[in-house]
Each structure stands twice: as C-alpha cells, then as structure tokens.
C-alpha cells in the first residue's frame, strides 16, 4: 500500500488587480466556499500542465507566465498541494464545469482575504501573491 499522497495544484489566476475565484459547487471538496482554480494531477502531468489544463476545464480561462509560489498538505492533510500564480490576458472565465464550479467573481486581494474560512497556509500564499505584485 502507497503512502504517497495524491498531488493537486491551487493556482490563483489574475488580470490586473483582480484574481479569478470559484464557488465550489455542492457535492464538491470544499463546497460552498470560494477558491482558487484547483485540482488534481494526472499521471505523468507537471505542475504548471495541470495548472493550464484546470484552468480550462473548470472555467475556460486562459492563462500563461505561470510562478511557482510553494507547496504545503491540504487542510485536511489528504493531499500535497502545489501553490501557483498565473496571468490571464483578458478576463474570459465562465462556468465550463457546473458539476464543479457553482460561480466565479474576480476578486481583489482585500475581497479575498475577507471570504470567510481563509486558512492560515492560503493567506501565506496570498500574501507570496501580493509580493510578487502585477507583471
């Protein structure tokens, strides 16, 4: 038996100053609140692949110039998360997968910070966002 946790990314998408969030939907890990894009990885993906592909699958939104901000365990200790920031051209975002996404806002770091249920690893994610400011 493996001990090895399953592998996700979070990325926090921005155009200008404003970052993409979603509301997971119902039935979801974390339903009802709202987060970055997210999601597993797939045998054989890198990071920043999977970053690319969840942003597509969840909300079809393109993104590129992708940093890497850090790693840390999920909040339920269940999976090694992989933290990453991404520029997106244009704002296009829409809900391309309800099953997972019940909406989406962008949102400025002060909206973000004040969403409730903000654990203390997001907000040192957030705050790594913050310093690398706008490219």
Avoid: N
């Amino acid at each position: 038996m493996s001990t090895e946790k399953p592998e996700g990314v979070v990325v926090f998408i921005r155009h200008g100053d404003r970052y993409l969030f979603i509301l997971r939907a119902e039935g979801k890990s974390l339903a009802g609140l709202w987060c970055p894009v997210s999601g597993a990885m797939e045998p054989g993906e890198r990071q920043d692949e999977t970053a690319v592909r969840e942003a597509g699958e969840e909300v079809a939104q393109p993104i590129h110039s992708l940093v890497r901000l850090g790693e840390s365990p999920s909040r339920d200790d269940h999976w090694r998360l992989h933290w990453w920031l991404a520029e997106a051209s244009e704002r296009v975002a829409t809900i391309h997968s309800p099953r997972e996404v019940a909406d989406l806002r962008w949102l400025t770091c002060a909206e973000v910070r004040a969403l409730p249920d903000r654990s203390t690893i997001f907000l040192e994610m957030l705050a790594r966002v913050e310093r690398i400011g706008t490219r």
